[in-house]
Each structure stands twice: as C-alpha cells, then as structure tokens.
C-alpha cells in the first residue's frame, strides 16, 4: 500500500533465505511428482547465505500444549496456510502439541481479543491480518479491547495481492476500460469486495482516490466466496480480491484478473500486470499475515517462538505446500512485521476518512 512495504521486504539473511528455501522447497515437489506427469512447482530462485539461526533453549518451555487462535472459520486460504506450519512448529518445539482454535466472527475482532486478552506466558498465539486489525482499533464504532500496543508480532508469513477481476466473458477487457465505464456512469458499476475497510475494500479505495471515479461498492460480509459466487454470476461487474485462492478460476477460464495491486506479478499469475505497470502508480494492496503473541511475553519465550516459526515457515517442505495452494510466503521478523504494522497506520486512517470513518 505504501512504501512502508518496500521497507518491509528489505529484510537481510532471512529473506534470501526464504527466497533459497523456496527453490529448495519446488525441487522436492517436483521430485516427488516425477513420473506423475504434475507440473513443477513454480519458484523464484535467488542466491541465499543465510540460514535460520538454531533453535534456543529456555527450561521447562514448552511444558503443556500451546494454542493457536485463528480469527476466521476453517477451510479458508489463513486457516490453511496456519494448519500447514503446524507439524513442523510441533517438531521445532521438540514435539510440544500446538492446537488450532477457530474463532471467526466480527469481521476478525473476535478472535483478535481473545489473544490480546489471553495470559502472556507464551502458551497461546495467533494469527493476525493487516490491514484488517488495524481498521479494526481505529474505528472507535467498533469499540476494540485491543490495540497496537496489546501485540507482539513473531513472524511474517503470506502476503496475498490484492487483484482486480472480472468474470471470463466480461466485455470488460483492461482496467483502463473499468475506470472509463465508472466514469460513464457514476455510482454505478457494481463492485464486491469482502467486508468495510478489508484489504479488497482498501485496495477499491485507493483506485477511487487517484482516478476520480466512484464505485457502487457491493460489501460480501461472508467473505471471498460469497464475492466469486457473485462475479461469476454476473451480479457484480468487478471484484476486488484477494489472489490466492481465485488462481485456479482464473486459470480455468471462468474469470479473468485484470490487474494486481502489487509491486511485482504473481508467479501464478505471470501474465497478470500490475497497476504500476499500467500507469496507476502506488496502488498497492494486500493481506498481510503474520504470528503473534499478547505483548508482556518473556523475551527468552518469544524468542523460542520466533525462531520455532522462522524454521517452520522457511521449510522447504512446508514451502512447497504452501506454493500448490497459490499462497506466497514472504518472511519477515516479527520486529519488521511491527514496524511495517505501524507504517501502515497513518494510510488507513487516510482511506477510512473515504468512507466517513
């Protein structure tokens, strides 16, 4: 969304890493296709020097299970991703049980307050979701328990772009012709998007903001399929979306992504260009996830954690299962998690003041 992202992925050893990892990672997938006739894992190969560091030690943790709140239903794209990490973050914690607990509701802040409220002692974490956390605490109607200052951040995990997308047959062919028809016609073409002040939402605001135009925004409060469930059957004319789990839609014909809301393409999608690339610069969006714990955990159990989640994410077998299910995972520190959580406060605020909020 801004350049608080670029500062985000400036990340040193780790990132190279992650980057080798991934390589690493899609051989042993296509390894273990061979012979099946599957395709190989697509990965993005850089050099890398830096390993994540060894696992430290702390008497007597992890002494019992340890939970992990996700703050949306099961089956979803961050349930998934969650529930992937988790043998291998059981075997960094030398075989501790980590057991996932769903609590959807309220657009996310149901689960967000049980882990801002929950004892720090390092038996419990969550996931947690930029932007949607922060629109959450800013918005005084929502009347949050928990703000900026209730979290600490682990882990970075999957970032997922923001795309704009239309159904296969749309007569709508590029996004130049999306803003030409809103224009047209003010308050009138139809776009989903998944909830108030959501990424996709952010993202739809952000394309009002520069171009002038003006959406008659439709809000799927269900969530991401109740908005393909609507672009698919013509009930709205574009979609704001997250990518990931609309790639096989699109690769199957029945949608079409005219852009992503991202600095780079999507090695899913390759053909798909960016709104930089197309001229509308700076429009960038996404759902950004990380690990976190309540703030007030001892500094020798949070480290336990985050070195625990840094080997369990950069794994390769956990990265290549991450890569077949379209999730691109982008480690980051939990420290550069917080500082791009930050940054990213005073753009939101901005957005929110679109929608009289």
């Known amino acids: 969304m801004t350049d608080a992202i670029r500062r985000n992925d400036r990340q040193d050893g780790s990132i190279r890493f992650a980057r080798r990892a991934l390589l690493a990672g899609a051989a042993l997938l296509a390894a273990a296709c061979a012979g099946a006739g599957a395709p190989a894992v697509l990965a993005q190969s850089a050099a890398g020097e830096a390993a994540p560091p060894a696992m430290p030690k702390v008497a007597g943790f992890p002494a019992r299970p340890l939970r992990l709140i996700i703050n949306s239903a099961a089956g979803g794209s961050a349930d998934i991703a969650a529930r992937t990490i988790v043998p291998f973050l059981e075997k960094e914690l030398g075989g501790a049980n980590v057991v996932v607990v769903n609590r959807p509701g309220a657009g996310q802040q149901i689960g967000l307050q049980e882990l801002a409220l929950a004892k720090p002692d390092g038996y419990t974490m969550g996931l947690i979701t930029l932007p949607a956390i922060a629109t959450i605490y800013l918005d005084p109607r929502r009347k949050a328990a928990f703000g900026f200052k209730d979290f600490q951040a682990l882990a970075q995990h999957v970032v997922d772009p923001i795309g704009i997308a239309v159904r296969g047959d749309s007569p709508l062919r590029s996004v130049k012709e999306v803003i030409e028809g809103a224009r047209a016609n003010p308050g009138k073409m139809r776009a989903g998007s998944t909830g108030i002040l959501g990424a996709n939402h952010l993202g739809l605001l952000q394309l009002e903001k520069q171009t002038g135009v003006r959406f008659a925004t439709v809000q799927f409060d269900g969530g991401g399929a109740e908005n393909l469930a609507a672009i698919l059957g013509g009930n709205v004319d574009v979609a704001f979306t997250i990518v990931g789990s609309w790639v096989p839609h699109a690769k199957s014909g029945k949608l079409r992504f005219l852009a992503l809301m991202d600095r780079e393409r999507s090695r899913y999608l390759p053909e798909v260009r960016t709104m930089d690339e197309l001229g509308y610069r700076g429009l960038y969006s996404n759902s950004t996830r990380a690990f976190a714990v309540p ?63």
């Open 295 to 357: 703030r007030g955990v001892r500094p020798e159990i949070a480290r336990v954690l985050e070195v625990a989640l840094q080997r369990a994410i950069l794994n390769p077998a956990v990265l290549a299962r991450m890569e077949a299910s379209n999730l691109l995972t982008r480690y980051t520190s939990g420290a550069a998690f917080m500082q791009y959580w930050r940054g990213q406060e005073s753009e939101i605020r901005s957005l929110m003041k679109l929608v009289g909020q």
